[in-house]
């Protein structure tokens, strides 16, 4: 297999190790906004270790960085923190697995987003994955219990912030791959983790302003979780690193087909490490929605 794929996988898991992380801080222990915030502030200083160690090691210059990557990486940031904070939200209403499966709606937002903005059409296998992942949405956005009228079942709390995550995320990528390719160097782990550092830096500070801002206390609360959250930060780091660098290889719509392992991957954490009951029809809705992107990406 590709190098890329490889990476990918690897991406999935670290993220999963995250989410769990930032699910079991997010219950009791820091605000959403800490929680999200910790995502990012733990992960910042081993980014800026990593990128500024791999290139006294590789002995490289530091690469002269373009108004076009601010641009990509800032507005990538931006946008990364309001989806973390969703997915966060999402935690509290929902399991684990199924809070990651409405996640995945960002592959099929692209798609649509991209039709209606850019003009780029879609094949009849991907309005047919489309199609699948709508019955898997519908699927997951129906409320414990299953009782109430259709618009209740889909105009719900969790669909709303899945669907927002989704569209987030989406964007975001595109922005972070963007600004791995604005860097002018070869080495795409340098990209990587260069993105990464000044990514994370600029959202750490950011959260740390509007915390201070908005939730008085909060970062106090932050630095008091510092035994679990640096585990967080260490895998987000390691996670954002093997995205980054997904991304400098392949396509991100290649990169997100992978990435689906990541389902999997949360399925396994919810049962094992949250002791939660996934019900047959939260099953039904992941297969679906799970099905539908793979047949987007492989096939659209």
């Known amino acids: 297999m590709e ?8 991406a999935a898991a670290f993220q999963t190790l995250r989410f769990m992380l930032q699910k079991s801080l997010s219950m009791g222990t820091l605000s959403k906004g ?11 200083p081993f980014a800026f270790v990593l990128a500024v160690g791999y290139m006294a090691w590789q002995d490289i210059e530091f690469p002269s960085l373009s108004a076009r990557f601010w641009t990509f990486a800032l507005v990538g940031g931006l946008v990364q923190i309001l989806a973390t904070w ?4 999402i935690f ?4 684990f697995a199924v809070g990651i499966t409405f996640k995945k709606t960002e592959v099929i937002q692209t798609a649509l987003v991209g039709l209606v903005v850019l003009g780029d059409r879609i094949s009849i296998p991907g309005v047919i994955a489309i199609f699948v992942g709508l ?3 519908l699927i997951l956005s129906d409320p414990p219990g299953g009782t109430g009228s259709w618009t209740r079942r889909l105009m719900n709390k969790a669909a709303g912030l899945g669907l927002m995550s989704g569209a987030f995320f989406a964007v975001s990528a595109v922005g972070y791959r963007g600004a791995t390719l604005a860097i002018q160097h070869d080495d795409f782990i340098l990209r990587a983790a260069l993105s990464v550092a000044v990514v994370t830096a600029s959202q750490s500070l950011g ?5 201070a801002w908005r939730e008085p206390g909060e970062l106090s609360r932050v630095w008091s979780a510092r035994r679990k ?14 995205w980054f660098a997904a991304f400098t290889l392949q396509n ?16 396994m954490a919810s049962v094992l490490f949250f002791h939660e009951k996934i019900s047959r029809r939260e099953l039904a809705g992941i297969a679906f929605l799970s099905s539908s992107i793979l047949l987007l990406v492989l096939l659209g």
Do not use: D, H, K, P
């Open 3 to 10: 190098t890329w794929i490889y990476i990918s996988v690897a």
């Open 34 to 44: 800490g929680a999200t915030f910790a995502r990012f502030a733990y992960a910042a």
């Open 86 to 89: 969703c997915v966060v939200a």
């Open 92 to 95: 509290t209403q929902r399991n």
């Open 135 to 137: 019955v898997g949405v």
């Open 207 to 211: 959260m740390a302003i509007w915390l």
């Open 229 to 242: 959250a640096v585990w967080m930060g260490l895998t987000s780091m390691a996670g954002s690193v093997s």
């Open 252 to 267: 991100a719509a290649y990169v997100f087909a992978v990435g689906q392992v990541e389902v999997i991957f949360s399925l």
